[in-house]
T-cell receptor
Framework: EDQVTQSPEALRLQEGESSSLNCSYT??????LFWYRQDPGKGPEFLFT???AGEEKEKERLKATLTKKESFLHITAPKPEDSATYLC???????????FGQGTTLQVKP | EAQVTQNPRYLITVTGKKLTVTCSQN?????MSWYRQDPGLGLRQIYY???????DKGDVPEGYKVSRKEKRNFPLILESPSPNQTSLYFC??????????FGPGTRLTVT
């Protein structure tokens, strides 16, 4: 069964304290791994797509990496405005379906 | 501006009263999808559409209907809403095989 698991569920950091979020997945026929940011009451906002093991992408303080079994979202020197829930999803099969993890809620304190 | 729009954004209704939530995208995307988001359960797919007149069930389709008569629109229909359909609903669209773009959400309460 296709499955996505994110850890930790919640993470509290001090401003400037770097850390990583984990996304483990099992899927038959990976068609992309996607990272989204979601602010309370709003729709998920697309961050990155990774397609193959070894691939990395960066945007400001965020860097996403992919292996055959998991992906990491590294946050370097976070700021309070990085506080949000970060969602990981995998594309499966030919239907365009996305399977989402439960998300990691990040709180960055000044 | 490229976007996915949903209406209404907030809706309070009573059990059994039919309702429709509209979704429209201006990016000429072939793929559209509906999700519901519940605390502790994450985002779950309700229905999706690969193109006009092509729709299929997602993981939680019971109690919902969809139609895709035009490429840009993908309405979600609740024929007889029940309290367990109280949730936050998101519409999304994409080109085939790439990232999906989400609407702002519709918060539905069924009493």
């Amino acid at each position: 069964e296709d499955q996505v698991t994110q850890s930790p569920e919640a993470l509290r950091l001090q401003e400037g304290e770097s850390s990583s979020l984990n996304c483990s997945y099992t899927v038959s026929g990976l068609r992309g791994l996607f990272w989204y940011r979601q602010d309370p009451g709003k729709g998920p906002e697309f961050l990155f797509t990774l397609y193959s093991a070894g691939e990395e992408k960066e945007k400001e303080r965020l860097k996403a990496t992919l292996t055959k079994k998991e992906s990491f979202l590294h946050i370097t020197a976070p700021k309070p405005e990085d506080s949000a829930t970060y969602l990981c999803a995998v594309g499966s099969g030919n239907t365009g379906k996305l399977i989402f993890g439960q998300g990691t809620t990040l709180q960055v304190k000044p | 501006e490229a976007q996915v729009t949903q209406n209404p954004r907030y809706l309070i209704t009573v059990t059994g009263k039919k309702l429709t939530v509209t979704c429209s995208q201006n990016m000429n995307h072939e793929y559209m999808s509906w999700y519901r988001q519940d605390p502790g359960l994450g985002l779950r797919q309700i229905y999706y559409s690969m193109n006009v007149e092509v729709t299929d069930k997602g993981d939680v389709p019971e109690g919902y209907k969809v139609s895709r008569k035009e490429k840009r629109n993908f309405p979600l229909i609740l024929e007889s809403p029940s309290p367990n359909q109280t949730s936050l609903y998101f519409c999304a669209s994409s080109a085939p095989g790439v990232e999906q773009y989400f609407g702002p959400g519709t918060r539905l309460t069924v009493t």
